[in-house]
């Protein structure tokens, strides 16, 4: 299968005790970098929420209230780990919620038979990249141990909102479990 990898903002103020930290975030990124072990590298995509110089409309507020995190250098890198993997890869920076705004992403999504969800924060980036991939015909992997919402009740509060949309436009899996799935379909391949 030509699956998409989509790590979404593992950035270092999603970890614990930061702004804005996703309570699973540690679980998140070790299933990242288990997919990462086997995905193939031209098909793998991070991208990191970065404030626009110029920002409009309500974007003007958001950085006016999110200035420090903005302006942090630190906050604003990928998480240890998740760093040094994705020197391998390509980076796109975003200051939107959704990582289809980015032309780059989009026209790779739009070739790929599937596109794998990973990254933070569920309720928000992820969600939103979820959406703008359905309007544009994608079909979706959302892997439910490879995304961390800010806690684990709106993290199952997105999934279950998400339900009515499966398994047309999404399939919900384990990342234990897509890798099976992987497996199994390049053995079936090579028979």
Known sequence: MNDLLLVIDMQNVYLPDQPWAC?????????????LENHPKDQTI????????????????YNELNR?????????????????????????DKSTYSSFQVPTIRKAAQKADRVIL?????ECCVL??????????????????????LNPVLEEETLHILQGLSPLHVEFLSTEDYLVKQIIVIFLQNE
């Open 128 to 149: 939103s990249t979820f959406f703008e991939g359905i309007d544009l015909g994608c079909k979706l992997i959302w892997l439910t141990d490879a995304t961390s919402g």
């Open 68 to 92: 420090k995190i903005n302006e942090n250098p630190w906050m604003n890198e990928l998480m240890d780990g998740i760093k040094e993997a994705a020197e391998s890869y390509p980076v796109y």
């Open 118 to 122: 990973t990254g933070v924060v569920s």
């Open 46 to 61: 991070f991208t990191r929420y970065i404030a626009a110089e110029h920002p409009v409309g309500t974007w003007k507020t």
């Open 23 to 35: 309570e699973t975030a540690a679980r998140t990124k070790e299933n990242i970098l288990k997919l």
